[in-house]
């Protein structure tokens, strides 16, 4: 299936990063499947008119994050992998609830040490065996 | 082959008692595009001319292509395109004529580059160049330019009053340039949605000094804006780490900043208390937060202008 990739200018997103979530939101979708191959770094930054090196730094991040493998001579074929999202991508994301809950404990007068020690709580509950 | 394209040490230029261009100091690699970015009179072009040894510096050094620009020759020159801002070209001529007439000056003249070129912009080659809009005839001095096949490409301010096809011809043309990975290109320019797509890097100059250099993505991740709703009067500010640019419109008062951390951070709560708010910057908004240093009060401002500076 052809990828279409659409990067604007101006917003507070890098087009690296653009080009990062469409390609990771693809291959979480299904919409890019396993061993299916992405566009060479020429051909989409010929596509999208941007530079190369820009497409090649997105590239770079989709290989160490293993959404993608680059086949010596070949191109960048989509990986098989248990982790849906980058490394980078779930700090994101865990990061964007992170700072509701800061603006929360800041709004109800909360003090930091307070929720730390609630977090840790929950995670030990959390991680304790079924059962007990 | 050298890996660095162009390098500045401490360059620096009065004309009469006015610093044009202030202790400059950076390098540019090869395969790399980098955008110059100020406002009009930060001394972009002054900056440019010195590369090309076209003007000496009054203190420092500059090189392009390895070679100190203050000894360029002619073999070395022919290995540098370089247009001047406003695209100078024989309007009397047809576009064939200066293709000619260009060509003979270079032995490594490439014929299909330029046509791509000229096709891309549009432009016949049997017509006279003051026939063609403004566009076109920035596309006749590019394809002119480039069609030399030279290592280094400088062009300023080369989008100057283009169309929006004309500026989408500009880009390819560009790209298309340094397609291999072996070759340069410097451009200032004002049109910076043009530069985020083209560039990998830019270099921000404010009052003849570069405050900026750094690749266009990790620029943006390091600059946040900061907003609140002051219940006061615009008024001085004290000092917050990193602050780039601060204005107020009305009761909001907005704050960019570089490499916020805590203490940044503490200072503008102790500015603002909680109604702080962060958000990410774009790319024009950050480059916006460093040119308009100039244009406003440097009062609560440091001494020293916080630098971007990483490669």
């Known amino acids: 299936m052809a990828l279409t990739i659409r990067i604007v200018a101006g917003s507070t997103a890098p087009i690296y990063r653009q080009i990062v979530d469409q390609i990771t939101r693809s291959v979480a979708s299904g919409e890019l499947a396993v061993g299916e191959s992405v566009p060479s770094v020429r051909q989409l930054a010929r596509e999208l008119v941007i530079n190369p090196n820009t497409v090649a730094k997105a590239y770079a991040e989709l290989v160490d994050s293993g959404f993608l493998e680059t086949q010596a001579g070949k191109g960048f074929f989509v990986a098989k992998r248990r982790q849906v999202y980058s490394k980078s991508e779930r700090l994101r994301r865990i990061d964007e609830s992170i700072d509701q809950l800061v603006n929360h404990a800041v709004t109800l007068d909360i003090e930091p040490e307070v929720i730390v020690q609630r977090l840790q709580q929950r995670f030990e509950k959390n991680l304790k065996p079924a059962g007990d | 082959m050298s890996s660095i394209a162009i390098s500045a040490n401490n360059l620096t230029r009065y004309f009469g008692r006015n610093h044009v261009v202030r202790q400059v100091s950076f390098e540019i690699p090869v395969g790399t595009v980098t955008g110059l970015l100020g406002l009009n009179g930060a001394g972009k072009s002054t900056l440019i ?22 000894t360029l020759n002619s073999a070395t020159r022919a290995r540098i395109g370089y247009t001047i801002e406003g695209h100078f070209a024989y309007g009397s001529m047809s576009v064939r004529e200066s293709e000619q007439l260009q060509s003979d000056s270079f032995p490594s003249w490439n014929p299909t580059l330029f046509q791509n070129t000229i096709d891309r912009f549009g432009i016949s080659p049997s017509s006279r160049i003051r026939t063609l809009s403004r566009g076109q005839r920035a596309g006749v001095s590019i394809a002119l330019t480039m069609s030399s096949d030279p290592e280094l490409l400088i062009l300023d301010d080369p ?38 797509r083209v560039t990998d890097r830019v270099l921000v100059m404010v009052d003849g000094r570069i405050l900026v250099h750094s690749s266009v993505s990790s620029f943006l991740e390091r600059v946040s804006i900061w907003t609140c709703d002051s219940s006061e009067e615009p008024r001085q500010l004290p000092p917050v780490p990193g602050l780039i640019h601060a204005y107020q419109a009305g009761r909001r008062l907005t704050m960019a900043v570089v ?50 500076s990483t490669n």
């Open chain 2, 259 to 308: 490499d916020v951390d805590q203490e940044s951070q503490a200072a503008m709560v102790r500015i603002c208390g909680q109604s702080l708010m962060r958000s990410d910057s774009s790319f024009v908004e950050s480059v916006v937060a460093y040119l308009s240093r100039s244009r406003s009060s440097h009062s609560f401002l440091s001494k020293n202008p916080p630098a971007t």
């Open chain 2, 159 to 196: 989008a100057l009053g283009l169309d929006p096809v004309s500026r989408r011809a500009l880009n390819e043309t560009i790209l298309q340039f340094m397609e291999d990975g072996q070759r340069t290109v410097l451009l200032s320019s004002h049109l910076l949605d043009d530069i985020e």
């Open chain 2, 49 to 70: 001319k010195m590369l090309m040894g076209l003007l000496a510096p009054t203190r420092g050094t500059c090189s392009v292509l390895g070679v100190d620009s203050t």
